[in-house]
């Protein structure tokens, strides 16, 4: 197994994120008026656009994803068990390498991660 991973992601905040704001919208004004299910579709057009060819993962994470790494293509480098949180650390490594995931939900948000080594 794995003992550390290298992933991206892409992270779309709502009203239920623990902190509703980020590099995009500072006063958390979209984050505060986007519902989960909003988020989740958002996420599932983009996972689709990616898994067709008409998107890149990188291109649309450095767009629209409200983590910081979005600067760095949503890349968040190599971590290993309990640098994330629970149910993004267990996605990552259930992932095979090239691999996108489903919509994985944690405390931050919604996010597709992609894991890239």
Not at 13 to 24: F, I, L, N
Request: include cysteine.
């Amino acid at each position: 197994m794995a003992e550390k991973v290298r992933a991206s992601h892409l992270l779309i905040k709502h009203q239920g994120s623990r902190r509703p704001a980020s590099w995009k919208d500072p006063d958390g004004r979209r984050i505060k008026s986007t519902t989960k299910e909003q988020a989740i579709a958002q996420l599932k057009t983009m996972r689709e656009e990616i898994l067709s060819g008409r998107a890149q993962f990188e291109d649309l994470a450095s767009r629209y994803s409200d983590c910081s790494s979005a600067k760095r293509g949503g890349d968040l480098g190599s971590f290993g068990r309990g640098q994330m949180q629970k149910p993004f650390e267990e996605a990552t490594f259930a992932l095979n390498v090239g691999e996108i995931s489903d919509i994985v939900d944690t405390d931050s948000g919604v996010h597709i991660i992609l894991r890239t080594s």
